[in-house]
């Protein structure tokens, strides 16, 4: 088969040839049926060979591990998610004193608990508009080659599927080479559709790679690899049921991948290492990230994700105090950057006027959340009515609570809330 460009072969790049084909295409139809026969031959496998070349180059950089033998040095593999680190919205705060501690020097509360609306309640779709990959270079050091694989083997694919002439002898090509079965072509095209906001068809494609991967496993995938395609499968399931708006089945996603998280041993004295940011000039919320798909990575993007589908019920019009107790949990995570979220609920308990949440203690040890939750029930906090206990005799008498002092000291405040809920369950009648 003759390429008939006129073209110095050694300078020509993959972007080339694919610009190339383009233009050809624009002018196929108006051939006779033997020069459109030629040139929809040199057309098919020329964007083929742009395709399968840049969609390899792009699996091999993110999941090496795939084409790599056992002894091969370690990279970091990478999986594409949602962008949903704007979860906390305006963190531009100064970080000089808490929020929370000005807020009770401030002239009053309603003055301090006015927030600016934040982008990161749009939509994440990211449909009807050009969508952005962001990655940290300490991920991937040629990362600007990498998405210009991505790119180049995105839009070959769409290339090859714009005619019918075309995609007939494209898809006659894959049946007879069996594409449907290369493991790495799969974990492409899901990306791909992901990448294009298809996440219907996302979940599909992902569950047709957990097909694929259970017929590799004895002779591709073992050890390490199994758990790495897992986990890939999982959190990616996970993002797109969340792009769907299915909130219940994000967090069962979320709850399954814990099963394959291998928690990083931390060091004596050291906080976990957070992921360096990456400054968009684009819109938030809308945007994806090339992201390590490691459990020391994984598991905070899962609490994001988490926080998330929470957030959005905890702050509806509808009352819902389990939720917005959940979103103060899993704001202690990466404290203080969700002061002003943690803000907003504070000032939802104000305006209900009171609060339950039982697992309160259990999982609520930061100091200035319960500095704020104490100062809550005095006079000039308001004197919310909070009910936090889920059995306040047991955790009285216990002698050894989980929150040790702290607690302790915080009970004397909540006295009133205690003896309320006493007198109570002296006064119900018996039925």
């Given at each position: 088969?003759?390429c008939?460009w006129?073209?110095?072969?050694?300078?020509?790049?993959?972007?080339?040839?694919?610009?190339?084909?383009?233009?050809?295409?624009?002018?196929?139809?108006n051939?006779?049926?033997e020069?459109?026969?030629?040139?929809?031959?040199?057309?098919?496998?020329s964007t083929?060979?742009?395709f399968?070349?840049?969609?390899?180059?792009?699996?091999?950089s993110?999941?090496a591990?795939?084409?790599?033998?056992?002894?091969?040095?370690?990279?970091?593999?990478?999986?594409?998610?949602?962008?949903?680190?704007?979860i906390?919205?305006?963190?531009?705060i100064?970080?000089s004193?808490?929020i929370?501690?000005?807020?009770?020097?401030?002239?009053?509360?309603e003055?301090?608990?006015?927030?600016?609306?934040?982008?990161?309640?749009?939509?994440?779709?990211?449909?009807?508009?050009?969508r952005?990959?962001?990655?940290?270079?300490?991920?991937?050091?040629?990362?600007v080659?990498v998405?210009e694989?991505?790119?180049?083997a995105?839009?070959?694919?769409?290339?090859?599927?714009s005619?019918?002439?075309?995609?007939?002898?494209f898809?006659?090509?894959?049946?007879?080479?069996?594409?449907?079965?290369?493991?790495?072509?799969?974990?492409?095209?899901?990306?791909?559709?992901?990448?294009?906001?298809?996440?219907?068809?996302?979940?599909?494609?992902?569950h047709?790679?957990?097909?694929?991967?259970?017929?590799?496993?004895?002779?591709?995938?073992?050890?390490?690899?199994?758990l790495?395609?897992?986990q890939?499968?999982?959190?990616?399931?996970?993002?797109c049921?969340?792009a769907?708006?299915?909130?219940?089945?994000?967090?069962e996603?979320?709850?399954?991948?814990?099963?394959y998280?291998?928690?990083?041993?931390?060091?004596?004295?050291?906080?976990?290492e957070?992921?360096?940011?990456?400054?968009?000039?684009f819109r938030?919320?809308?945007d994806?990230?090339?992201?390590p798909?490691?459990?020391?990575?994984i598991?905070?993007?899962?609490?994001?994700?988490?926080?998330?589908?929470?957030?959005?019920?905890?702050?509806?019009?509808?009352?819902?105090?389990?939720?917005?107790?959940?979103?103060?949990?899993?704001?202690q995570?990466?404290?203080?950057?969700?002061?002003?979220?943690?803000?907003?609920?504070?000032?939802?308990?104000?305006?209900?006027?009171?609060?339950?949440?039982?697992?309160?203690?259990?999982?609520?040890?930061?100091?200035?959340?319960?500095?704020?939750?104490?100062?809550?029930r005095?006079?000039?906090?308001?004197?919310?009515?909070?009910?936090?206990?889920?059995?306040?005799?047991?955790?009285?008498?216990t002698?050894?609570?989980?929150?040790?002092l702290?607690?302790?000291?915080?009970?004397?405040?909540?006295?009133p809330?205690?003896?309320?809920?006493?007198?109570?369950?002296?006064e119900?009648?018996?039925?």
């Amino acid at each position: 088969m003759r390429c008939e460009w006129q073209m110095d072969k050694g300078r020509r790049s993959f972007g080339d040839i694919l610009h190339r084909m383009k233009d050809l295409c624009r002018y196929i139809s108006n051939f006779d049926n033997e020069a459109h026969a030629k040139y929809k031959n040199q057309v098919v496998y020329s964007t083929m060979l742009v395709f399968f070349k840049n969609a390899f180059q792009y699996v091999s950089s993110i999941q090496a591990s795939l084409f790599q033998g056992p002894n091969a040095p370690n990279q970091v593999p990478l999986v594409l998610l949602e962008d949903v680190s704007s979860i906390y919205g305006d963190t531009d705060i100064d970080r000089s004193k808490h929020i929370h501690k000005k807020r009770k020097l401030a002239e009053g509360r309603e003055k301090t608990m006015i927030l600016k609306q934040s982008s990161d309640d749009e939509d994440p779709s990211g449909k009807g508009r050009s969508r952005h990959i962001t990655i940290n270079k300490t991920d991937l050091a040629n990362s600007v080659e990498v998405l210009e694989s991505f790119k180049l083997a995105r839009e070959s694919w769409e290339l090859l599927y714009s005619l019918e002439s075309l995609d007939k002898e494209f898809t006659r090509i894959c049946l007879s080479w069996k594409t449907d079965t290369w493991l790495w072509l799969r974990i492409f095209l899901t990306d791909m559709i992901i990448y294009q906001g298809q996440y219907k068809k996302a979940v599909t494609s992902l569950h047709h790679l957990a097909a694929l991967q259970g017929s590799h496993s004895q002779q591709q995938i073992t050890g390490q690899g199994s758990l790495l395609e897992n986990q890939r499968a999982l959190i990616q399931l996970a993002t797109c049921h969340f792009a769907l708006g299915e909130y219940r089945l994000t967090c069962e996603k979320v709850l399954d991948l814990m099963c394959y998280m291998v928690l990083p041993i931390q060091e004596g004295g050291k906080t976990q290492e957070e992921q360096p940011k990456v400054k968009s000039k684009f819109r938030k919320g809308s945007d994806l990230k090339l992201w390590p798909c490691t459990s020391k990575a994984i598991m905070p993007y899962c609490l994001h994700l988490l926080l998330a589908c929470f957030k959005l019920r905890a702050f509806t019009d509808n009352r819902d105090d389990m939720a917005l107790g959940h979103v103060i949990v899993l704001l202690q995570h990466e404290w203080p950057k969700g002061e002003n979220l943690f803000l907003k609920a504070i000032n939802k308990i104000c305006q209900q006027g009171n609060f339950q949440y039982e697992n309160f203690f259990n999982y609520v040890t930061n100091i200035d959340m319960l500095e704020e939750f104490a100062y809550l029930r005095t006079q000039e906090g308001g004197k919310i009515h909070l009910e936090l206990l889920p059995n306040q005799g047991m955790l009285i008498k216990t002698s050894s609570p989980p929150m040790g002092l702290l607690q302790q000291e915080f009970i004397p405040v909540l006295q009133p809330s205690i003896q309320t809920a006493d007198r109570y369950q002296a006064e119900k009648p018996c039925s």
